[in-house]
């Protein structure tokens, strides 16, 4: 699926990993691979809106995604050109209007729990009252195919550690895997590869290595995904948000585990699994 605009953009990704000689308990030299961390300045019309810790691997994605996450810019056609220069390690984002209210425009700004310290400006948790999430159904079996699928991506830390991934799923099937130095970074660049492509959010699944968050549920919801899974745990406000946006919650989800937050009724339990001992605090519906 492709969109009918795209902007002018560069095609600018780097290499996500770099080899470095490391000492072991035995004193023995090894080449082993690190993640790279390059900071990234997204710039709009000349205005600097923020600096991103980063592979560097998608830049014009990351940037497109944080800009529409934000609600910096709405509508794609505004924007004339994404232009990453590693160099300045910029990227400089024109639009046709040429605008110079941005100061105004961004306000307030929340600093969240995202590893390399993401941020909310303020008006995005008003615009989350104007989102409605329909909620999907899910066969337990299908869940535990799709986990299965996810274990074939997550190359980066596979080889050198230190990194989140995100994906975009549609039943048993991850579309867009996407690894980065924090996970805001990862699910921004998965929203521009959506926004860019024209890819609905509205029957898909986003998965997620890190740890479910208010940030992590305020993006998804604003990519009008029902479904969020996570390999790690959930923080309170992230709970909250959830309910309250109607989306469906899972966490610690990995082989034949998973915990639902928020949701229940929307998961077909239809797999027939070993009887498990009787677990203290456990409650039985």
Not at 159 to 185: M, S, W, Y
Request: aromatic share 6%.
């Amino acid at each position: 699926m492709s969109g009918s605009y795209r902007p002018e953009m560069t095609q600018a990704g780097l290499s996500p990993t770099q080899a470095v000689l490391a000492t072991d308990e035995y004193q023995n030299t090894r080449e082993l691979h690190i993640a790279e961390e390059r900071p990234l300045t997204i710039y709009i019309d000349s205005y600097e809106i923020v600096t991103l810790m980063t592979l560097g691997t998608q830049p014009e994605l990351l940037a497109l995604g944080y800009l529409k996450n934000q609600g910096l810019i709405k509508n794609i056609e505004e924007i004339k050109s994404v232009q990453v220069d590693w160099d300045v390690n910029a990227v400089a984002v024109t639009t046709f209007a040429d605008r110079d209210d941005w100061k105004e425009k961004l306000g307030p700004r929340i600093v969240t729990t995202g590893c390399g310290q993401g941020t909310v400006f303020g008006d995005v948790m008003e615009q989350l009252e104007n989102i409605q999430i329909k909620p999907i159904e899910i066969n337990q079996s299908r869940l535990y195919t799709l986990l299965k699928n996810l274990n074939i991506f997550n190359d980066v830390y596979k080889n050198a550690g230190a990194v989140h991934g995100c994906a975009l799923c549609q039943d048993t099937k991850p579309l867009i895997f996407i690894e980065d130095v924090g996970r805001h970074n990862a699910v921004d660049a998965i929203a521009g590869k959506m926004w860019l492509e024209e890819i609905a959010g509205n029957d898909k699944i986003f998965y997620t290595t890190g740890r479910l968050t208010s940030e992590m549920v305020i993006k998804v919801a604003q990519m009008e995904i029902p479904v969020l899974l996570s390999r790690s745990g959930i923080t309170q406000m992230g709970l909250n948000l959830a309910k309250d946006l109607n989306i469906t919650l899972l966490s610690r989800a990995k082989s034949k585990h998973f915990l639902i937050y928020n949701g229940k009724e929307n998961i077909k339990f239809d797999t027939e699994l070993p009887v498990k001992l009787e677990v203290a605090n456990v409650k039985q519906d």
